[in-house]
């Protein structure tokens, strides 16, 4: 292939994402040099995440230059190669553009293995960034112990879903926020989780009172605002939460703390630790293989959102500060 369409980041946004912050055209695929190989995308993960990289704030890697091709979590085929040990044809996942061809010498990226009776897009959205993130940030800093009390924010997301699943493997009482009778529904008929709160119809404060009366011991963290503030106020002595998002402040233009954070924190002795999945990129090999045990097993289940075509993933990247998705957001770049 000697074109390909691809997304860049024309300018950084200022509040929520607006057209023309991205532009998407076609142009010359990058030659090919020694080292490296192309990958035709399969699929394109749109993360929360995608909105701090368009950004110049401090964050974990440096933000997309503007100008540059959109960073993104793909997965795709390999199409054409210089490197050794990399064949036309072997499926690769990890960080690159939102783009239908890539070429890379494969920097963040690893061999995706194909799973008799698993779905490509249920490899990739589950044991790709999702999955690892919550493993790793409920079993190595939420640490839950049987017949502890675990809310997750975002239940119904790509990570929210996994938190919840693993959460009940481990035998803990678990509760769920989302938006919306159905998301509700299918976090606690589909997947097992205990109770789920509906922010948009519901009191989340009476809720977790009534729900959780002892308290809560985990508080998985991917929202903040006031959501994250009323599960905070019914956190126990001792209490973790890990913090992986704060999706509901990525647009604010001016980000105010909400008075007495710390000072809860302080005085509940709560352990609040800050993680970005690639921290534990090491253990990758852990994660994968307890999360497809589990999906072999029938004990974990997740739900892609797949919305086709590269040209719409701008639009689409929206709906992850709105709520609009409904399960792990990808995009189907070219048919699997």
Same mark, same amino acid.
């Given at each position: ?30 030659a ?11 699929y ?28 993104? /979590?793909?997965?795709?085929r390999?199409?054409?190669s210089?490197? &050794?040990?990399?064949?036309?044809g ?25 799973? =008799? ?53 481990? /035998?803990? $009482? ?6 919306? $009778? ?19 119809s ?22 903040g605002g &006031? ?8 956190? $126990?002595?001792?209490?973790?939460? =890990? ?9 604010d ?22 993680f970005?999945?690639t ?13 497809? /045990? ?9 739900r892609? &959102? ?17 709520? /609009?998705?409904?399960? $792990? ?6 048919p699997?």
């Amino acid at each position: 292939m000697t074109e390909r369409n691809v997304w860049r980041l024309a300018k950084r946004p200022v509040g929520d994402i607006a057209d023309g912050d991205l532009v998407y055209a076609a142009e010359a695929v990058p030659a090919l040099e020694e080292g490296q190989f192309a990958l035709r995308v399969i699929y394109l993960s749109l993360d929360p995440t995608n909105r701090i990289w368009m950004s110049d704030q401090e964050q974990y890697m440096p933000p997309v230059v503007v100008g540059a091709a959109m960073r993104g /979590g793909v997965c795709g085929r390999v199409i054409e190669s210089r490197r &050794d040990g990399v064949a036309v044809g072997d499926l690769y996942a990890g960080l690159g553009e939102w783009a239908d061809v890539m070429v890379t010498d494969g920097t963040g990226m690893g061999q995706l293995p194909e799973i =008799p009776g698993v779905p490509l897009a249920a490899a990739f959205g589950t044991l790709g960034l999702v999955g690892p993130t919550a493993y790793f940030g409920l079993l190595d800093i939420g640490q839950p112990k049987a017949g502890e009390t675990l809310v997750v924010g975002a239940a119904a997301g790509g990570v929210g879903q996994i938190v919840g699943q693993i959460g009940k493997i481990m /035998g803990c $009482k678990v509760i769920g926020i989302a938006g919306g $009778k159905a998301k509700c529904d299918y976090v606690v008929n589909e997947l097992g989780f205990d109770a789920c709160i509906d922010y948009k119809s519901q009191d989340v404060g009476a809720e977790l009172d009534r729900l959780a009366p002892e308290g809560v011991d985990i508080n998985f963290e991917q929202v903040g605002g &006031d959501i994250m503030v009323q599960v905070l106020k019914r956190m $126990k002595l001792f209490g973790r939460m =890990p913090l992986c998002g704060l999706i509901s402040q990525y647009n604010d233009v001016d980000g105010a703390d909400e008075p007495g954070f710390w000072t809860m924190m302080l005085m509940r002795r709560l352990s609040v630790r800050g993680f970005i999945v690639t921290d534990f990129a090491a253990r990758f090999g852990e994660s994968g293989q307890a999360l497809l /045990g589990w999906m072999l097993e029938g004990k974990l289940k997740t739900r892609q &959102d797949i919305r086709p075509g590269l040209a719409n993933a701008a639009s689409a990247v929206k709906e992850l500060y709105s709520g /609009g998705n409904f399960g $792990k957001l990808l995009v189907e770049v070219t048919p699997p």
